[in-house]
């Protein structure tokens, strides 16, 4: 049987050496897209709050030929099409369910407020390390301009 191996070039593994098995596991996870899953990806935000989504502006089919970039098809007067904070317009069964999933603009992932305390808190974070960001820079700017 070792003699199969060796032709195959299978070395036994030498003392103290791991078999090579969580490259192999990452790679599995990638593969069948657990990845994000488990978080190891980008994570997608959380869907929109109710609040947000009902609050949605109504707007009329004026007869610019613009596209619903979430089904890819060219509003008509039939069409009942919500307007986003960012302008950017959808249908309503496009971007209603959409947001349900996710609180961001499919075109320019504008965010929408979210009923995730957890969230909403990391974002607050995430916005307070800009801004020291650009705190420092601008102090480095007038100390050194
Ligand atoms: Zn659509
Ligand atoms: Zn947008």
Not at 13 to 28: I, K, Q, T, V, W
Not at 49 to 62: M, R
Not at 105 to 118: A, G, I, N, S
Request: one cysteine or more.
């Amino acid at each position: 049987m070792s003699d199969y191996f060796e032709e195959m070039g299978w070395t036994p593994l030498r003392d103290g050496e791991a078999p090579n098995s969580f490259l192999h596991m990452a790679r599995l996870l990638r593969d069948f897209g657990m990845w994000d899953e488990l978080g190891l990806g980008e994570r997608l935000p959380p869907p929109a709050s109710k609040e947000a989504i009902s609050n949605l502006k109504d707007i009329k089919f004026d007869g610019t030929c613009q596209q619903c970039t979430v089904c890819l098809k060219d509003f008509d007067a039939a069409s009942s099409i919500k307007s986003m904070p960012c302008r950017h317009s959808f249908h309503n069964e496009c971007i209603t369910p959409w947001l349900k999933k996710t609180n961001s603009c499919p075109l320019c992932r504008y965010e929408l407020p979210t009923d995730d305390e957890d969230y909403e808190l990391y974002k607050k974070e995430k916005k307070r390390a800009v801004q020291r960001e650009e705190d420092v820079k601008s102090l480095h700017n007038s100390m050194f301009s």
